[in-house]
DNA sequence: TATTGTTATACTCTATAACTATA
DNA sequence: TATAGTTATAGAGTATAACAATA
């Protein structure tokens, strides 16, 4: 196909659909932007070999440590089960570790090894890089009560 | 286990963990709140075997009747492949047809079958209940602010 | 040679049931 | 009897390569 109409053919294909409804709703808003910034975290995240989840995962044991496996799939509204591998992967990266307790010996205690503290500090540093070009679209009390709607809207 | 001892280990098990750096990541919260609204569109529209994907499928293709299946995926964000088997169900339960284009017979125009266009009808009022119900969180001034800073962030 | 729709396929994420060892 | 961690597994969602028909 000669360029000419090439261009022609793509200015159509990528010619405006109207999203019609999807356009003031909320919910799809929400998706797409979330899907937008996740795929971020997953390019600068990726010379680490971390992904989103794993950082939520690594930046909670940080802030609890010694906390269970249970208490902390459920902070993050992981399931039990799927928790398992990952734990499994951190500590074959020597990244985290599980130490066992000795007044309940079914539960582990979690705890981020030096080389676990030195990556999640790397990582916080990413984080807020991609935090700062999203706040830059709004003013401080805007992205104050941006962030306290979004924390109303998951807590119900 | 008795229970006294019960509630008091859900107490601790339901103990308030600290999200660290997460509580102010942008990218955390929009997750949580896209996850739980998604939850919410999920059980919403579970009466009509609808998932929030179709939904925005459906509602593309009420708003640009006779649209290609790869602007359809396209201006949604979808893979082609992964929007075969999707119309495919459309079809079999009769809520689009594809129409076979006399200019390019690669391309099928896409439109709503009148029980397509019945059915969408109820699924917008579903999601406008939702986005209310968010909605009233905000005033009418910082609702249109955050709509057009998640579509920036979308966009790049 | 390029594009539309399609098939096949693989990988991630998520969800549930059931097991084990402890309590 | 209940709980923590684990295993196995199944279902979505998503990604890429490659094919047939058509341009």
Redesign the pocket.
Known sequence: ?PSAR?KE??AR?EAPVDLGRLNDSFGYLLRRAQ?AVF?RFFDLFAKFDI????YSILTVIESNPGL??????NSL?????????I??IFEERGLTR?ES??????????YLTPKGIALIGQLHRLDAEIDQSISQLMNGDERRRFCNVLRQVTSG
């Open positions: 196909m090439r053919k793509d294909l899907t795929q992904r989103p989840a794993q269970s496996q249970t208490r902390l799939a509204g992981i399931k039990k089960p799927n928790l398992v591998a734990i499994d599980r307790l000795e007044n309940d010996r079914r539960s582990h205690a979690l």
